[in-house]
């Protein structure tokens, strides 16, 4: 059992490295910033999830005998509760008035999920093992889920900003690829560390890392779309 110390450096650890991802990606809307109140409740929103989808994972269990599926089904089930959480938090709020505004949130909701998440993955090292492995178990956690998480929320992010001013029904279709895409983004990096040898294990994280600077590049793209006006010629008549 973690004495209170364990778990206050293991929440340091968690949410602090979380908090610091946070303020980049929000830098990458500094022409109009999203209220930091907003900002704290998706983050919170975020860490709320994981006390939601742990139980929900432990009852899958028993269900899936393969490891690869199983995962696939954890995958999954950790982004449509991210999507659901940023959606009942702030997605739905007037605030979220721009394309580039629903993948700021949707980050921001996976970096407390990704910041909870670490807590508890940190409070087993802390509570038993070396220093030296609790620093290694951070810093593979830093590099690699909270990216990841970054990462496929983000594509939910992403289909919600390409769809921002087109119909209510395009949107919906929009959303639901971006929820798939990401919940198969997210199996095939966990297939990859499960079958690849520990001392590659950094090219698997090589792969989130390029994903995120096209991401960053798609964030560009995001930032130049606007609503379609539509030009209506209007033809004076002159009546005598």
């Avoid at 792969?207 to 096209?214: A, C, D, N, Q």
């Avoid at 779309?225 to 033809?235: A, E, G, Q, S």
């Amino acid at each position: 059992m973690p004495d209170i110390g364990s778990f206050s450096a293991a929440a340091a650890g968690g949410v602090l490295p979380a908090l610091a991802w946070v303020w980049f990606w929000r830098r990458e809307d500094s022409a109009h910033p999203e209220p930091r109140r907003l900002i704290a409740l998706a983050f919170l929103a975020g860490m709320v999830a994981v006390g939601v989808v742990i139980p929900i994972e432990r009852a899958v269990v028993p269900y899936i005998a393969s490891q690869t599926l199983l995962f696939s089904v954890w995958s999954t089930i950790e982004e449509i509760m991210k999507y659901v959480m940023a959606r009942l938090t702030v997605l739905y709020r007037w605030e979220n008035d721009e394309p580039i505004d629903p993948i700021i949130y949707m980050v921001t909701t996976a970096l407390g999920f990704a910041a909870a998440e670490n807590t508890l993955f940190l409070l087993s090292p802390l509570s038993g093992d070396t220093l030296a492995q609790t620093i290694l178990t951070g810093d593979l956690r830093f590099v690699g889920a909270t990216l990841l998480h970054v990462l496929s929320s983000a594509v939910i992010g992403v289909a919600l900003a390409l769809s921002f001013y087109k119909s209510k029904r395009t949107r919906r279709w929009y959303t639901v690829a971006g929820v798939i895409l990401a919940a198969s983004l997210h199996s095939l990096f966990n297939f990859l560390i499960l079958n690849t040898p520990e001392t590659h294990i950094f090219r698997t994280f090589g792969f989130v890392w390029l994903g995120l600077i096209g991401l960053l590049a798609v964030l560009e793209y995001v930032k130049r779309i606007h609503p379609t006006v539509k030009k209506i010629l209007v033809k004076k008549v002159s009546w005598r």
